[in-house]
């Protein structure tokens, strides 16, 4: 066996990193552990043939946690550097919407009639939202686990912040937060502003890459969720691998070790409790403490089914991770045009979601394991706002298409990825005419590619649905929702483990806080 650490880290993606650097930030020998050549899971950069660099999955930053950065003990823009992006609503007829710091316009600079209306839900949403970020940022709380000791005394802590929160809103928007926190985005969004692209936009922020549709309940429990820390969202200068580099380069300093192409085979336990790492060529790694940053399922087989009970393993295996969401990676000879939008305009964030309606008749066929016609997309061309993004020139268009199933009828086929390349085009070109021309190569990545790429379940970006029985103390599943994964010293750091998926980091950071708590890291 080789040299033991405190730690290993499975994983390295984000969550994998900011566990890591939680981990050696408190003095402890850790190890990360990437079977890939390269770090950054979905967040990792990619290239086309020509070495023009692609976001090949995720491309923009949600909700990253400030106490995330706070820990990392680092300036923010010496890690890496972002842009915050408009929500550019756009709309087939013509009348596109932009919409910067919760006001919208019409792209054209005339103002837009629901202006008033859209600012107040979207600021009620980020009030509410507020309130749930608080619980994002340490295990759900747990009162039947006693309150004698300090752990017991700072999840009553966590409570009672949330309680004056909640009253700090005041009554009224109290009811209110109880009368839509378990609705649907379809009922709320439209009791507010009329349908078209400005809440189709809002719809498909509700539902990204969730097996939902906004008529779905629950949905506006995401939508709360998307707006935690102001729902803005931000581009990474050199793409979301300098990120991840910039947390990788971190957890080093703090003194993490990180070895690419390593794959863990699986994790060794004696006695019921983790003693290190087996990996695929056969050796050992000896720690005492593992955390898992891969879907609940894949850390459940690592350690071996034997080691947790039967009905852990039952609700494990019923565990709902039903990917709905496709990439699709494009470089352009050129800049196409969007008629009515300036080039400044198409720098943001293009959201393609012409209404509620639309977004819900797009789920439809994903129900029966067929793709939709017309995909709900969420796009950037980050070469306009980041020159490194298309050294070689051009541009590269990078686009979020929702709704793909994970198994079609019959498989994927070649056939099948033609086909959903061919949609995702068409439905391009209806903004853009004559986009698809100016196509000089394309890769399409489905649900299935996904998972085989990252391991995430189901090819699901969350790893799990962030449906309501599967949030808060029952993430993954009731019994295993504190990190706490089977035998002693085994944890889940991921995006299945709480508050879920987005590149938050709260899972990674929150895991590493607890293995610290119980001293089996030390």
């Keep these: 066996m080789s040299r033991a650490f405190d730690a290993i880290v499975i994983g390295g993606g984000h969550n994998g ?43 923009l930053l949600y909700n990253l946690s400030p106490a995330v950065l706070a820990d990392l003990d680092h300036d923010r823009k010496a890690l890496f550097e972002t842009r915050a992006l408009p929500t550019v609503c756009l ?40 309130i749930l970020a608080r619980l994002a940022e340490a295990p759900p709380p747990q009162l039947a686990q006693g309150m004698t000791d300090l752990q017991g005394l700072r999840r ?10 909640f009253r700090r809103i005041g009554r009224d928007e109290a009811r209110e937060f109880l009368r839509i926190v378990l609705s649907n985005a379809h009922d709320v969004i439209l009791d507010e502003i009329a349908d078209g692209p400005l809440a189709g936009a809002l719809a498909a922020d509700a539902v990204r890459g969730a097996w939902a549709g906004p008529r779905s309940p629950g949905t506006v429990f995401s939508l709360m969720y998307r707006y935690a820390r102001g729902g803005g969202a931000a581009l990474p200068m050199g793409g979301m691998g300098a990120f991840c580099a910039g947390l990788a380069a971190r957890a080093r300093v703090l003194g993490a070790e990180i070895r690419t192409g390593a794959e863990a085979a699986a994790v060794l336990v004696e006695g019921d409790r ?32 034997a080691q947790f009970d039967i009905e852990a393993v039952r609700r494990l295996r019923a565990l709902r991770a039903k990917g709905t969401v496709a990439k699709v990676n494009l470089r352009l000879r050129d800049l196409p045009e969007m008629p009515g939008l300036t080039a400044g305009q198409m720098a943001g964030r293009l959201v393609l979601a012409p209404s509620v309606a639309r977004v819900e008749r797009a789920f439809d066929p994903v129900k029966y394991g067929e793709m939709s016609e017309d995909p709900v997309i969420e796009a950037v061309i980050p070469s306009l706002t980041d020159p490194s993004a298309a050294p070689k020139g051009g541009h590269v268009l990078s686009a979020i298409v929702q709704y793909v ?74 019994g295993l929702a504190r990190y706490r994964f089977g035998p002693a010293g085994y944890y889940l750091c991921g995006a299945g483990a709480h508050p879920g998926g987005d590149v938050m980091g709260s899972a990674g950071r929150n895991a590493a806080a607890v293995a610290l708590a119980d001293g089996v890291a030390a």
């Design 17 to 59: 990193l900011v566990a890591a650097a939680g981990l050696a930030r408190a003095g402890r020998a850790v190890c990360v552990l990437e079977r890939r050549d390269e770090i950054g899971g979905m967040a990792a950069e990619g290239a086309f043939s020509d070495g023009t660099p692609k976001p090949r999955m995720a491309h």
């Design 91 to 130: 709309d087939p007829e013509g009348g596109h919407v932009v919409v910067a710091e919760g006001r919208p316009h019409f792209a054209d600079g005339a103002p837009h009639p629901e202006a008033g209306p859209y600012h107040a839900l979207v600021s009620r949403l980020a009030r509410f939202g507020a």
């Design 156 to 165: 009553l802590g966590t409570l009672g912040a949330l309680g004056w929160d």
């Design 274 to 305: 983790v003693r290190g790492v087996r990996l695929a060529d056969g050796s050992e790694i000896a720690a005492g403490c593992v955390l898992v940053a891969a879907g609940p399922m894949t850390a459940m087989r690592l350690a071996g089914p």
């Design 405 to 478: 199933p994970h198994a079609p009828r019959g498989g994927w086929t070649q056939a099948g990825r033609d086909r959903l390349l061919a949609t995702t085009l068409a439905a391009l070109d209806r903004v853009a005419p004559g986009l698809s021309d100016r196509v000089a190569e394309a890769e399409v990545l489905t649900t299935a590619d996904i998972e085989a790429l990252t391991g995430a379940p189901g090819g699901h970006w969350h790893h799990a649905e962030m449906s309501l029985d599967q949030l808060l103390a029952v993430r993954p599943v009731n």
